[in-house]
């Protein structure tokens, strides 16, 4: 049975959380919430988890809840009066009904928490998540370095006398 690695984020308690993101203050939340979604999708890509970045409606007046996807990242903006921590609730609630779904639930949010393990997800704290994708680039920058280091030429391959021969013929 396959099963459908998913990984759900408190957008905010994360953005709060990390150090970077202390720069852009309250207010330009917008490119902080665009340099998240970004870093996760490309964790995502790399691990092959489906990832889920739920944000409360913070100034927002649209009434309704509000989905977009960018890239492979499912962005969940709340309706107005819902908090990001009761949409988690009940999202990790739905997903791990299925033994399909591996849930992993990422917020330092210690009630968050409690509720999270009782519905038979993991958490991570918004810290852990840092470091989890942080190793996560480092293991990608040392693919490519690999890849770069270990580049093939067909000299590689073939035989001493066989490069002697193209070589006399490479000079006439």
Same mark, same amino acid.
Not at 43 to 65: C, H, L, Q
């Given at each position: 049975?396959?099963?459908?690695?998913?990984?759900?984020?408190?957008?905010?308690?994360?953005?709060?959380?990390?150090?970077? %993101?202390? *720069?852009?203050?309250?207010?330009?939340?917008?490119?902080a919430r &665009?340099?998240?979604?970004? @870093? +996760?999708?490309?964790?995502?890509?790399?691990?092959?988890?489906?990832?889920?970045?739920?944000?409360?409606?913070?100034?927002?007046?649209?009434?309704?809840?509000?989905?977009?996807?960018?890239?492979?990242?499912?962005? %969940?903006? *709340?309706?107005?009066?819902?908090?990001?921590?009761?949409?988690? &609730?009940?999202?990790?609630? @739905? +997903?791990?009904?299925s033994r399909?779904?591996?849930?992993?639930?990422?917020?330092?949010?210690?009630?968050?928490?409690?509720?999270?393990?009782?519905?038979?997800?993991?958490?991570?704290s918004s810290?852990?998540?840092?470091?989890?994708?942080?190793?996560?680039?480092?293991?990608?920058?040392?693919?490519?370095?690999?890849?770069?280091?270990?580049?093939?030429?067909?000299?590689?391959?073939?035989?001493?006398?066989?490069?002697?021969?193209?070589?006399?013929?490479?000079?006439?």
């Amino acid at each position: 049975m396959k099963q459908n690695r998913i990984l759900i984020v408190d957008g905010y308690n994360v953005i709060n959380d990390w150090k970077k %993101f202390s *720069t852009f203050g309250m207010e330009n939340l917008a490119a902080a919430r &665009e340099i998240l979604i970004e @870093e +996760l999708s490309e964790y995502g890509a790399f691990t092959g988890t489906s990832i889920e970045v739920v944000f409360d409606a913070y100034r927002n007046k649209n009434p309704m809840a509000r989905k977009q996807v960018f890239d492979n990242v499912s962005v %969940f903006y *709340t309706k107005v009066h819902q908090t990001a921590d009761s949409y988690i &609730e009940k999202r990790t609630a @739905e +997903l791990t009904v299925s033994r399909k779904n591996i849930v992993m639930v990422a917020t330092s949010d210690g009630a968050e928490q409690q509720f999270i393990l009782g519905k038979g997800a993991s958490r991570i704290s918004s810290r852990e998540l840092r470091l989890e994708m942080d190793r996560a680039k480092r293991k990608i920058s040392s693919k490519i370095n690999k890849k770069v280091n270990d580049k093939s030429f067909i000299s590689d391959s073939l035989d001493r006398e066989i490069l002697d021969v193209l070589g006399e013929w490479g000079k006439k």
